[in-house]
Structures are given as C-alpha cells and as structure tokens.
C-alpha cells in the first residue's frame, strides 16, 4: 500500500471507478486530511495577481504598475501554514518527490496556456548545487509539461529569507540565455508569488526584447 507523502498515513485505494481508471486525483500522493490543508485560492482575489481576499488592485499589483509592469498573474493556492510547511520539505530539505503532488493541478491549469511557451523561473548555480535540482522545473517534469530554461540568474541569498522589504529592493540578476522569438506567447511560471518581483524581473527582459505576450504563473500566492 502507498503511503501519504506529506505525513506517511497509509492510503487507502478510491472505490470510484473514474478514479481508479484514471488515476488522477492528488489522494494518489497524498492523504485527505493532507490535501484539505492546502487552500485553494477563492473567487474573491486581486484581479492581477490573484491574491485572496482582495476585491480590487493589490498594493503589489499597484506598485508595479507604477514602475510600469502591467501584473497578470494566475495562481492556484494561498501561501498558507500548510504550503509554507510543504516547500519548506521540498525545497529547503531536499524531498524531490514532493514536486509530484500538484501534478495534476498543474496539468490541468496549463490546458488554458496551449499557445504559451513556458518559461521557468531560474535557480542560480550554488542552490542548484545545495539543493540537487531546481524545484520549478521539477513540477512541470512530474506534470509531463513541456517549457524552456531561456533564463540564468545570480543571486546571493534566497528570496524566501528576505523581508518583503528586502525583495523589492534587493537587485536580481536574470540573464536571458539565447535568442528569442518575438513572435511567441510565453508563460513563466514561478513556484510561488510574494511581491512579484522575480517574475516582474523576467518580464521586464522579455518586454525589451521586443516580446508582446507575456503572462504569469505559481502554485502559491
């Protein structure tokens, strides 16, 4: 028998036939009581980020209009206790398999984004080295999703041991890796969104190159 990634509850197999012929609910991974832990971002949101419980424009989403970043972001979950505990084991303690449990979340939010070319938020080379793998790209692995690595970065410090503060003014170095077509749709996809600044960033890079189309996405907001 399977047991629960996140708390090691042995799982019991769905009696729903749809279930057990397409094997795609997240309880494959993960217990009920897990999954009930992770919150879904509601209908009430920031219309540009998807931030919960804002009705209208986000202050975030209003700063970086002022610099002239227009935000349009999509997210799936809250970045709440249960989410912060989980990347904390994914990214932080190394647990690869956990990039498995949102596969199918992922796989069926990027059916919108068919004419998108996904781009993933890079990690620089001293966390990849810490870390054994980059978090992002190992998600959209699990999810048998396609994208490019066109982007490489430096950074000193990793941004989930900054203040808010801090991110917004600490300088990230992106660099764009080969040519682009201006003609293409892209998507980058982040694992989660917090001021916006390291997706805002990669933006800002592909709109001066001449890109057209560009929009946003994480699991958590």
């Not at 919150?39 to 209003?62: G, L, M, N, Q, R």
């Amino acid at each position: 028998m399977k047991s629960c990634l996140l708390c090691d509850k042995e799982l019991k197999r769905s009696e729903h036939f749809r279930e057990l012929i397409l094997m795609k609910s997240k309880e494959e991974w993960i217990c009920k009581e897990c999954e009930e832990q992770f919150e879904a971002i509601s209908d009430v949101h920031c219309p540009k980020c998807f931030k919960d419980k804002e009705e209208k424009e986000c202050k975030d989403c209003k700063y970086w209009r002022q610099k002239g970043n227009e935000v349009q972001h999509e997210a799936l979950y809250r970045y709440n206790e249960a989410m912060k505990d989980y990347f904390k084991r994914y990214k932080f303690e190394g647990d690869r398999l956990l990039g498995i449990i949102f596969a199918n979340d992922i796989k069926k939010a990027m059916k919108k984004y068919k004419n998108y070319t996904i781009l993933t938020t890079p990690i620089s080379h001293e966390k990849r080295e810490e870390r054994g793998f980059n978090q992002v790209s190992t998600m959209l692995d699990y999810a048998d999703i396609k994208y490019s690595n066109l982007f490489k970065k430096e950074d000193s410090l990793a941004q989930s041991k900054k203040t808010r503060k801090e991110r917004l003014q600490t300088p990230q170095h992106f660099q764009l890796r080969d040519d682009i077509s201006i003609e293409k749709n892209y998507l980058i996809f982040d694992d989660i969104y917090t001021t916006g600044k390291t997706i805002e960033l990669m933006k800002r890079l592909l709109l001066e190159k001449g890109v057209k189309e560009i929009k946003t996405f994480s699991i958590a907001r």
